[in-house]
């Protein structure tokens, strides 16, 4: 029987906060794309992914579903993950000379490898991914400087209500078993999070807190 790893496993034992200094640093990758490979199932995108993503590239979330994200199924929950191509199962947007198209907008399990995020206690921190990336002698970052976020305060709120949201929506989802009424549930939590529109002078984090309540109420969680 395979054991499930622990966090002691996977890291080397510490954990950090956004301004410590971690051995994450890749220095520009050199032409290696491994982690932009077979991780389909591994980057599930957060609403502000998505925002991001729209945004940047100037198309609709729905114009993305074409032929760059797909919807996957987790825990009954269907959230949109990075679609991959081919044998290698190259990500959508790993472009021909092995770079991302998206660097400056990809998303946040993207921007954090090899580090990861680790929530606990309402808060969340960072561990880092002890042998995953294919560099040795990886190069003393400041985690801040590493995930290169604009507004680390407002992101890391955002992080925690949505993982707040998704734990209660799990456990609500426990209880559905009519296949139509999870439909109905799935298609509200694209709709009200994923093709979110901003009012004028609204920014992305401000436009999810005013639709949270309405999401909560219409999904049935607290
Ligand atoms: S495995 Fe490491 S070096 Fe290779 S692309 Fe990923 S982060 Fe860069
Ligand atoms: S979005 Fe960019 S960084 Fe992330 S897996 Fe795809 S190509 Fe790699």
Redesign the pocket.
């Known amino acids: 029987m395979r054991s499930l790893k622990t966090l002691e496993d996977i890291s080397d034992g510490r954990i950090y906060d956004i301004e410590d200094t971690v051995k994450a640093g890749t220095g520009g990758c050199d032409g290696c ?1 491994a ?3 077979d ?1 389909g199932e591994l ?1 599930v995108l957060t609403p502000f992914d998505v925002y991001e993503m729209v945004s940047g590239l100037n198309v609709s979330f729905d114009e993305l579903l074409i032929d760059k994200l797909e919807l996957r199924e987790n825990n009954k929950i269907v959230l949109p993950h ?1 679609k991959m191509y081919g044998d290698s199962k ?6 021909i000379e092995n ?5 400056g907008h ?2 946040d ?3 954090l ?1 090899p580090l990861g995020r680790v929530y606990e206690d309402d808060d969340c921190k960072y561990f880092l991914q002890v042998g995953s990336c294919m560099k040795s002698n990886l190069e003393k970052v400041k985690v801040k400087e590493w995930i290169g976020i604009k507004n680390n305060h407002e992101n890391k709120a955002f992080i925690l209500a949505w993982y707040r949201l998704l734990k209660a929506l799990t456990f609500r989802l426990k209880f559905v078993r009519d296949d139509q009424e999870l439909e109905t549930i799935n298609k509200s939590l694209l709709d009200i999070f994923y093709r979110m529109t901003l009012k004028d002078e609204e920014d992305f984090y401000s436009a999810f807190l005013r639709c949270l309540p309405e999401a909560k109420n219409q999904l049935s969680i607290i």
Request: aromatic share 8%; hydrophobic share 40%.
């Open positions: 794309s982690c932009c490979h991780v980057v990075l190259r990500c959508s947007f790993l472009g770079r991302c198209i998206i660097h990809r998303p399990i993207c921007r490898f």
